[in-house]
C-alpha cells in the first residue's frame, strides 16, 4: 500500500523545476494500482 509520504513527494517534485519538462501527462501516485 502507497504511503501518504509517497504521495507528498511526488507532488513536491512536481512543484520543483527539475520537472519543468514534464507537462501534459496523468501521472497516476497509487502504488502500482492502475496496473493490476
Known amino acids: 500500500m502507497i504511503e ?3 504521495i507528498a513527494n511526488a507532488a ?3 512543484a520543483l523545476p ?3 519538462g ?3 501527462q496523468a ?3 497509487d502504488g502500482g494500482f ?3
Open 4 to 6: 501518504p509520504e509517497e
Open 12 to 14: 513536491v517534485f512536481l
Open 18 to 20: 527539475e520537472s519543468a
Open 22 to 24: 514534464i507537462t501534459g
Open 27 to 29: 501521472l497516476n501516485v
Open 34 to 36: 492502475v496496473m493490476s
